[in-house]
């Protein structure tokens, strides 16, 4: 099988069991798999393929663990620019009602190349819209297309406006046909298997979309297919408000009363997440999706992050949609996130290696891999490279890893999933991004016009 060497990397920041930061090191691959990690001395000297790193850092690929890519068409919309959780989704829900499954393709397309740029090689997508013929299998197609490791969230919205729930009852889809549609795409694509690209999860939106029934059969219907579940958890003040108002529970009893927690679960945000609920987490071994960009955007608060840590709750990150968050860059979240923490909770409440630690072997744990999220043989050959010798970094190369929080965030030189390069020399391998562009313009602004 073919190899390659990466060879001279500045720092290799591995995230492996001891969290070895390697000078002058470099990784060796063969296929699909890594096979060795180090110091030059302890590699082989050569291979099909060598790239010469240095002036470089590389990292394992980062994992993105919540996001909404069909938001790209909708970023910045004037309604939804200055207004909380509940009114922003109210400006928008009468736009996505004209989505189409070319709209759900591109934006999919579109978002991938994006996150690729951030160094992130695994991705979840939380997809709850199908108006018209629109699928989840759209979103899939495009992933394939593009080469990214894929979660694809089967989604759900079932509660409408005349029945209480905050999204209009064009949006919502019968409860019969959405746990049909969910037994299918987890027959269709979803590969359990040690460095599977599809992997499918189980996704009704939120409280205030979805019933308690729904709740039930699709955790019901998770655990009999060994699939994962997720939602949304406790995002505003507004989301704990109609929780206890509508069905007299915080959030936490509310997914305790459900079923909803455990290793096979992670919920997003968890920004009013109560002490509880914290070490209901902590103990049954559930994930949260920490999303800071998105919850500064809509002014929902900041996370406990810290304190979830500190108790052993498994902690990713995520860009959130484009439409909330604006942008798909897993390196700035990991930013935001120490940034934020230090905000509430001091200087030292979270370190740049602890935030790389969420985007990579943190945002792994909560998707349930153990192939991805280190560099370390045996595991999957996906990681990225940032040339330290730009602007942005002048000055910091003394600490590449903090570099890489502190300083930038700058586009990845090289992105490689699966022992692929998706991103070789700055360019894209995969896709064209010029015209990838140019159509998900036209399709935005089709979009905003109808």
């Known amino acids: 099988m073919p190899s390659i060497l990466l060879k001279n990397a500045d720092c290799v920041i591995t995230m492996d069991a001891t969290r070895r930061e390697i000078a002058d090191g470099g990784v060796y691959i063969e296929g699909k798999t890594i096979v060795a990690v180090g110091p030059m001395g302890d590699l082989p000297h050569s291979a099909d393929e060598v790239i010469d790193l240095t002036g470089h850092v590389v990292l394992p690929g980062l994992v993105n663990t919540h996001h909404h890519m069909f938001q790209s068409l909708t970023r910045v919309v004037p309604d939804g620019q200055n207004v909380e959780l509940f009114g922003w989704l109210k400006s928008l829900f009468p736009i996505w009602c004209n989505l189409t499954p070319e709209m759900i393709a591109v934006s999919t397309e579109l978002a991938m190349a994006e996150l690729l740029r951030s160094g992130c090689t695994t991705t979840s997508d939380h997809l709850y819209i199908y108006p018209g013929d629109c699928r989840l299998d759209d979103s899939i197609d495009a992933a394939m297309r593009v080469g990214m490791r894929f979660h694809a969230s089967r989604g759900s919205m079932s509660l409408g406006h005349s029945k209480g729930g905050l999204p209009p009852d064009t949006l919502v889809e019968d409860e019969d046909h959405i746990m049909t549609d969910c037994q299918r795409v987890i027959e269709t694509f979803h590969d359990p298997a040690r460095y599977s690209m599809i992997r499918i999860a189980l996704a009704p939106c939120s409280p205030y979309t979805v019933s308690e029934d729904l709740m039930r059969e699709t955790?019901?219907?998770?655990?009999?297919?060994?699939?994962?579940l997720h939602t949304h958890f406790a995002e505003s003040e507004k989301d704990v408000a109609y929780s206890l108002e509508v069905y007299g529970l915080t959030p936490t009893e509310y997914v305790e009363r459900l079923g909803w927690v455990g290793e096979d679960v992670w919920h997003a945000h968890c920004v009013h997440i109560d002490a509880p609920g914290i070490d209901l987490f902590a103990?049954?071994?559930?994930?949260?999706?920490?999303?800071?960009?998105?919850?500064?955007?809509?002014?929902s608060g900041i996370a406990p992050v810290r304190r979830m840590l500190d108790q052993g709750v498994s902690v990713g990150l995520g860009v959130d949609g484009s439409a909330s968050s604006d942008a798909g860059n897993l390196i700035s979240e990991a930013r935001q996130a120490m940034l934020l923490q230090r905000v509430i909770g001091g200087a030292d409440a979270l370190t740049a290696r602890r935030a790389l630690e969420m985007a990579t072997r943190g945002g792994a744990r909560v998707l349930g891999r153990d192939d991805i999220g280190a560099l370390a043989p045996g595991m999957a050959a996906d990681l990225a490279a940032f040339d330290l010798r730009r602007i942005e970094y002048s000055g910091a190369r003394h600490d590449p890893a903090a570099a890489l929080v502190f300083c930038g965030p700058t586009p990845s030189r090289y992105t490689m999933v699966n022992g692929r390069f998706l991103i070789q020399d700055g360019e894209f391998t995969s896709i064209s991004a010029k015209p990838l562009v140019e159509r998900h313009g036209q399709l935005s602004t089709a979009l905003m016009t109808v």
């Open 219 to 228: 955790a019901a219907l998770a655990r009999a297919t060994g699939t994962r």
């Open 283 to 299: 103990r049954t071994g559930t994930g949260v999706a920490h999303c800071p960009c998105s919850n500064m955007r809509l002014g």
